[in-house]
């Protein structure tokens, strides 16, 4: 029994070099992005861990709001606007080249 992944078609679509390409720049972005959430929250995290007192410290001198609720809200929106990047680019580019590698695999 052959499995789908050894296909012909399959196998065409890998020689494909716009299927390397895809893998490449997708790969790329998504190690770029994970990496850019991960510092951004683990150097929250060591904050917390290590130097808790600086986000206690209030907005200014009358807020009762402290430094640490803005700073860790815009790491979730952070996040948020990193996957609108990601889809903007899978919606784009990403899917441009699926299209061709699609196309061209088809003929």
Do not use: C
């Given at each position: 029994?052959?499995?789908?992944?050894?296909t012909?078609?399959?196998e065409?679509?890998?020689?494909?070099?716009?299927?390397?390409?895809?893998?490449?720049q997708?790969?790329?972005?998504?190690?770029i992005?994970?990496?850019?959430?991960?510092?951004?929250?683990?150097?929250?995290?060591?904050?917390?861990?290590?130097?808790?007192?600086?986000?206690?410290?209030p907005m200014?001198?009358?807020?009762?709001?402290?430094?640490?609720?803005?700073?860790?809200a815009g790491?979730?929106?952070l996040?948020?606007l990193?996957?609108?990047?990601?889809?903007?680019?899978?919606n784009?580019?990403?899917?441009?080249l699926t299209d061709?590698i699609?196309?061209?695999?088809?003929?």
């Amino acid at each position: 029994m052959h499995s789908p992944a050894n296909t012909p078609v399959y196998e065409r679509v890998r020689r494909n070099p716009k299927f390397q390409e895809l893998v490449r720049q997708r790969s790329r972005l998504a190690l770029i992005l994970s990496a850019v959430v991960l510092v951004g929250y683990y150097s929250f995290m060591m904050v917390v861990a290590f130097a808790p007192g600086l986000l206690h410290e209030p907005m200014s001198d009358d807020s009762v709001l402290s430094i640490g609720f803005p700073i860790g809200a815009g790491i979730i929106i952070l996040s948020w606007l990193l996957t609108g990047v990601y889809s903007h680019f899978a919606n784009g580019r990403f899917q441009d080249l699926t299209d061709e590698i699609t196309r061209e695999t088809l003929q």
